[in-house]
């Protein structure tokens, strides 16, 4: 079993990134749709959408939107919210299918660069793009590789909800690592994430072969230009 298929399953996940919450979410979203022109008749996709943090809030705002996740556990979660215009699912972002096309869509906080072979990733562009309509809109918010190797902490403890996470942050073969030693109890368990340090220039390369065109890059929620000291990178493509 890879790493991605059982991390974000667990209960553990959703206790180590409380604070990655829907306030979060609906601030960047408020942001982001200041500058994407979307037609309320036309279909979002979040792509692996997680619990829905960011779909139902822009199901909120008057969209038609349909979430997808590997995650079984946090679809069935998702789909508490499910109406005629907020849809969840679980499929595979490497071969996702569905039926309509897309006007956006969104892949947020780092949900990308999580497979072995480069080809994997190309794959999920490719997908998207595919599943766009003509002159389609596809947002990537990723994490920024010089930020990350600047503020890498090797190690660091946390105790929530009386969980105890010990987490180890290094490099190997181009992925950041985080080892996530977890004590509840007698019980002890260990989860990874290996995130690509793809750079800037890297998913600029990919997006442009895949045949987007970048419309803009802005560098953290608040949505301030890109540069080099920027904590995420959030590009905003278009199909051409
Ligand atoms: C860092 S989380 C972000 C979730 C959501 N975008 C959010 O910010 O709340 C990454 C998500 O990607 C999903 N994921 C991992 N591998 C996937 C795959 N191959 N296909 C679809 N979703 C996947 C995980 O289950 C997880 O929900």
Redesign the pocket.
Known sequence: MQW??NW??THY?KIL?QH?NDEE?QFFIRNLLKFIPLNSEEWIL?????????AKFIHHLGYKVYG????KK?IIEAKKFENSHLQFEV????N?YLPQKFQLI??????FG??ENIDDNLL?LKNVYEHLLPNGYFVLDFLHSDWVLKHLVPHETKLLNNIHFEIHKYIENQKIVKKILITEGTQFYTFY?KVSLFTPKDLQEMLEKTGFKIINQFGDYELQPLNSESSRIILWVQKV
């Open positions: 991605f298929e974000f399953d996940y990134y990655r979410a979040d792509l692996a959408c997680g619990r829905g943090r960011y997808l996740d590997l995650s946090s499929q595979d972002m490497r996702f969104l892949s947020l906080f780092t949900s999580y497979f999920v994430e």
